[in-house]
């Protein structure tokens, strides 16, 4: 992927702790994740990623607190990786769907294409305690988020992959014992996976 480090980041990363890396040790320090992986897959250099993600961030907290960081920088490719928190804590899509809106509008208008990730079925919701009626309705909000990420995406010209296409996403051994974090092998997983998507996006700009 071309670009000039000192232009600013190649690829700009928003979304929560999984977007982070968290569970998923960077030996340089720090957390290295699916999106430090992706960024190897496609030949970007640690200096031209930048990772804005939160722990606990919701699309509502994107758009809030981490686009307004960066809404002047140029990257190549924006990559989302939020959506966990909405499903969790209960959203509104038209909320959701004005705020992806804004997300996917300023990428495209930075000559920027988006790949969002999509929001897995966590092994924390088939050992939590909580009510099969909880659970139901967190299932149906991983569901309903992922409808407004295909939306906007279709929306924008841009391609998302099904849940299906990181099926192996949903085996355990690919998460953290806390059940709602990756491990480094689901990290890899995933960036492996969203290597391909991502490069289809970017086509010429890829090297």
Avoid at 16 to 34: F, I, M, R, Y
Avoid at 80 to 88: E, I, P, R, W
Wanted: aromatic share 6%.
């Amino acid at each position: 992927m071309g670009g000039d480090p000192g232009d600013g980041p190649v690829m700009l990363v928003l979304g929560d702790s999984v977007a982070e890396g968290q569970d998923d040790p960077d030996p340089a320090g720090g957390w290295l994740g699916w999106a430090g992986r992706l960024a190897a897959h496609l030949g970007v250099p640690r200096e031209s990623m930048l990772n804005t993600s939160d722990p606990g961030a919701t699309v509502e907290d994107v758009v809030r607190d981490q686009l307004p960081a960066v809404r002047r920088l140029q990257p190549a490719l924006v990559v989302l990786g939020c959506g966990m928190n909405d499903a969790l804590r209960g959203f509104e899509p038209a909320a959701a769907a004005r705020r992806l809106d804004e997300l996917f509008g300023w990428a495209r208008g930075q000559g920027a294409v988006v790949l969002a990730i999509p929001v897995p079925r966590p092994p924390l919701l088939e050992v939590s305690p909580i009510s099969q009626f909880r659970k139901k309705r967190t299932v149906q909000r991983i569901h309903d988020f992922n409808v407004e990420l295909d939306r906007a995406s279709r929306d924008f010209g841009m391609a998302f992959p099904e849940r299906e296409t990181v099926a192996k996403v949903a085996d355990p051994a690919m998460w953290s014992s806390d059940g709602i974090h990756l491990n480094p092998r689901g990290h890899a997983y995933v960036a492996e996976v969203i290597a391909e998507i991502a490069r289809s996006l970017l086509g010429e700009r890829v090297s």
